[in-house]
């Protein structure tokens, strides 16, 4: 097994880069997923996303024009 000096990945930063790359908000993603957007930053800052929550945003940010 290797030891990588790179940090791992959080799922919190995968979500913050498919938001950034289709250009929407934390308010917009937090409607779509029906959170308040306190929750979704809570989310984001805890790193607590389930399976869903990651793949509803990746189905929001591929689905938009």
């Known amino acids: 097994m ?3 000096k790179h940090p791992k990945k959080k799922v919190s930063d995968i979500v913050r880069k498919l938001l950034d790359v289709g250009d929407i908000s934390i308010k917009d993603a937090a409607q779509y997923l029906n959170y308040t957007e306190q929750s979704f930053r809570n989310k984001l800052s805890r790193d607590s996303f389930s399976l869903r929550d990651l793949l ?3 189905m929001f940010a591929v689905h938009l024009p």
């Open 2 to 4: 290797s030891n990588s």
């Open 56 to 58: 509803f945003c990746v």
